[in-house]
């Protein structure tokens, strides 16, 4: 039924007058201009990505406060234009600095869909089929992942709010309550940090543990920080176990530290922000092996998959606790077709439909696009690891797409100023890697995301690694 309002005479008002809101009786010509020439400007950008650094030389600095009157397309494209120049652009082929890969075409057009739709996953009624979207995606994903049935997820904006979510219910359903103590490894994320202080917990609740030669987390030392909490009668609330750790890409033991969860009726959280990904390609789930077996998983489609950010989903082996846990009821609401509102089984409330462009995206990519990200992103880092000095540079072990590196020979200051003049050297070559402190040093570090990093970049960025050891 097509309702026209009574108090709209005049079906076809002036565009002009409109232009702030597009026309809800014809497609807006005004809209669709904007839309066309933001779409160029966008592709333009994108597409001159390899003349540019992936860092911009020059911030161009924007006029921040509106004008006094309504502005025309001419003067948003102008203003859009000076953001674009001094942003970062991880589409240029040595952008290798983070997880932050070039977007999939499909998550873009998904983006711009989802805020022309503006729904709201806060509640049923205002975003009605995303809701079951989102809802049937998460459990597509648990399936995949071989969580048993029962599980189910919510999307978040980040791992950061995913891995608190996570940590929030193993506190509701775990032991300990606020007496409670998190063990995870030295290499665990820092948004564990937050978490802790965000739930109030005390300074002492979140305990890091050691790795073994590989970036694990320790088996050894859990089971002896377990032995020692016991004894001073503190329960422990939740392992957290890393399954790509941010700087070596280390997965922590997953099996075995399930294994022992169980054994002692602790909550498992596994923080599969980085690796969670790859068990969703038959070929790289045994990375993964284990996964499978957690309590909660935060995974994040934005750091390999292209995934436009932010994209981020909590899995629960049990999804009836994401309820239970953030459950408030919504008076102000319709009851939900589902059972629950979206904003009942999470902590935000708005929040765009981010299912739209995880959604479209792995539609788009399809098992063979998905294979194939993850193939790639795995021998890119073979090929350049294959091709450092290992004589000179002492290699950080990992399990995945992402590789850590330093001088064998110097102490850590030497190493620090090595680590700044070669990303600067490189970022003048137009390659960006990142330079993160780790154990007692910085190094470098280059993550193999990006799509556009060909053999001879990765050749070429070797050999100038390798020069530019002492
Ligand atoms: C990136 C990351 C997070 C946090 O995710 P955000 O999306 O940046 O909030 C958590 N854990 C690990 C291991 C990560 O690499």
């Known amino acids: 039924m097509h309702l026209r309002a009574n108090v709209s005479s005049d079906p076809h008002p002036s565009t002009a007058q409109l232009a702030p809101f597009a026309a809800p009786y014809a497609a807006d010509p005004v809209l669709q201009d904007f839309l066309h020439r933001t779409a160029d400007l966008l592709c333009s950008w994108i597409g001159s990505a390899h003349q540019h650094s992936p ?42 600095a983070h997880l932050d890969p070039p977007p999939l075409t499909a998550s873009i057009a998904a983006e711009l869909v989802c805020a022309g739709l503006n729904n709201n996953l806060l509640a049923d009624e205002l975003s009605p089929g995303l809701s079951s979207l989102e809802h049937e995606l998460c459990r597509w994903f648990c399936q995949r992942l071989g969580l048993p049935n029962g599980s189910g997820g919510v999307l978040a904006s980040g791992g950061t709010l995913s891995n608190l979510m996570g940590l929030v219910t193993a506190r509701t359903f775990g032991v300990g309550g606020n007496n409670g103590v998190i063990l995870c490894s030295n290499d665990a994320h820092v948004s564990l940090v937050k978490a802790v ?74 923080d599969a922000a980085i690796g969670g990904v790859f068990a969703l390609s038959a070929a790289h789930a045994p990375l993964m092996r284990g996964l499978e077996q957690a309590d909660s998983i ?30 408030t009821g919504l008076p102000y609401m319709e009851n939900s077709t589902t059972g629950y509102h979206g904003g009942e089984v999470g902590l935000q409330g708005t929040r765009p439909a981010e299912v739209l462009k995880l959604w479209l995206g792995l539609r788009q990519l399809g098992e063979a696009g998905l294979e194939t990200v993850l193939s790639s992103a795995l021998k890119r880092r073979e090929i350049f690891a294959n091709q450092l000095d290992s004589d000179r540079l002492r290699l950080l072990p990992g399990a995945l797409h992402l590789q850590a590196f330093h001088p064998i020979k110097g102490d850590p200051q030497s190493c620090e100023a090595w680590s700044q003049q070669t990303r600067q050297q490189l970022l003048s070559a137009g390659y960006m890697l990142s330079r993160p402190f780790y154990g007692d040093r910085f190094c470098l570090k280059g993550v193999f995301g990006n799509p556009h990093t060909t053999p001879d970049h990765l050749t070429d960025l070797a050999q100038r690694i390798n020069a530019s050891v002492f």
């Open 298 to 327: 935060t995974l994040n489609p934005q750091k390999l998959l292209g995934i436009t950010k932010a994209s981020s989903l909590l899995l629960l082996r049990q999804h009836h606790q994401l309820r239970a846990t953030f459950g």
């Open 55 to 96: 860092l911009p030389l020059m911030r161009p600095q924007p006029t921040i406060a509106p004008g006094t009157e309504t502005a025309d397309i001419d003067a948003l494209l102008n203003d859009l234009q000076v953001v674009m120049d001094g942003a970062f652009q991880p589409s240029h082929p040595g952008s290798l």
């Open 197 to 270: 202080r965000v739930m109030g917990l005390s300074d002492d609740a979140l305990q890091f543990l050691p790795t073994d030669s590989e970036g694990r987390l320790c088996l050894s030392a859990v089971e002896q920080r377990l032995s020692q909490l016991r004894r001073l009668n503190r329960p422990c609330l939740a392992i957290v176990a890393t399954a790509g750790t941010t700087v070596r890409g280390a997965i922590d033991l997953l099996p075995q530290l399930a294994n022992l969860c169980r054994g002692a009726g602790i909550w498992l959280h596994v």
